[in-house]
């Protein structure tokens, strides 16, 4: 009995394994191409070396002079502040605001409770290009065009996130808040000094989703952020790249330092992103 189910086991991990190399393959060419010279990334295209770092002999000037020329063609230092302003400012807020809305459809019973869970859960079939006209129209009357706060708060309330916490609550046990209710803890203490702190799981597993989402927003930055010191890390690499001359060593590295955060908040967060997921079940 145990042999089979070994064997079974090491034909998963080899093909899992192979899965991820083939989905590294493009990850390492970009990073691999950052380091070469447009000549060098055409003519290392067709064989085993487009995975490859160049060799030392082969390198014209620093390992990093595409990203040195990148930085000094086109402001992406500031693209990238404001791609992490932006992006962050949703997760905090977003975190905060969406929490709160799932412990409230977890717990507290109110009039048409399921009905205003419908609703927000039917809000994920509605394509947010449909709703950007009229959510510009308000943000322009506002006058947060060109400012973050026009970038951020249209985008705090997120169903899916509610949805998540609102599983992830119904599981939490009920009993660590009946013992903080007879020590005389308030309903917004026991929310803030127990639930927040033992739910850092599906805490981690929305604030990577909201990330991933933000970070490679395109259209709502181009639409809202239309001058040069707003605009995000998205909007920058389309500025780049439409800029002659078109340099792909350039392109490649500015591309690479778009990724780069995407990969460290997954590599750091990933363990309570597996348990979030593990523990949003399907309870009702």
């Known amino acids: 009995m145990k042999k089979p189910v070994l064997t079974k086991k090491i034909l998963l991990y080899v093909t899992m394994s192979f899965l991820a190399v083939i989905f590294l393959f493009p990850l390492v060419w970009m990073v691999m191409s950052s380091l070469k010279g447009d000549v060098q990334i055409f003519r290392d295209m067709t064989s085993i070396k487009a995975f490859l770092p160049p060799m030392p002999n082969e390198v014209d000037g620093s390992y ?12 992406l230092f500031r693209y990238i502040m404001n791609s992490l302003i932006y992006t962050i400012g949703i997760i905090i807020f977003g975190l905060i605001v969406n929490s ?3 412990y409230a459809l977890a717990r507290f019973q109110f009039p048409l409770r399921n009905f205003w869970l419908a609703v927000i859960i039917a ?4 394509p947010p290009e449909s709703i950007f006209l009229p959510l510009y129209v ?9 400012t973050y706060t026009g970038l951020i708060v249209p985008f705090i309330a997120n169903a899916f996130a509610i949805f998540l916490f609102r599983q992830f609550f119904l599981d939490f046990p009920r009993e660590l808040e009946e013992a903080a209710k007879i020590d005389g803890c308030s309903q917004i203490g026991i929310f803030f000094r127990i639930i927040v702190p033992l739910s850092k799981p599906v805490f981690a597993t929305v604030a990577i989703v909201l990330f991933i989402n933000h970070w490679n927003d395109f259209l709502w930055p181009l639409v809202v952020a239309n001058d040069d010191s707003m605009r995000t890390i998205q909007i ?3 500025y780049f790249m439409n800029q002659p001359p078109i340099q792909w060593g350039q392109v490649m590295a500015a591309l690479t330092v778009a990724t780069v955060p995407m990969l460290l908040i997954f590599i750091f967060l990933q363990r309570y ?3 979030g997921l593990a523990h949003t079940g399907s309870k009702n």
């Open 64 to 75: 990093f002079q595409n990203y040195i020329m990148a930085f000094e063609r086109v402001n």
């Open 100 to 102: 709160m809305a799932g």
């Open 123 to 126: 809000t994920l079939i509605i």
């Open 138 to 146: 308000l943000v322009f009357n506002l006058g947060w065009v060109n």
């Open 236 to 238: 920058g690499l389309q």
């Open 273 to 275: 992103y597996v348990q």
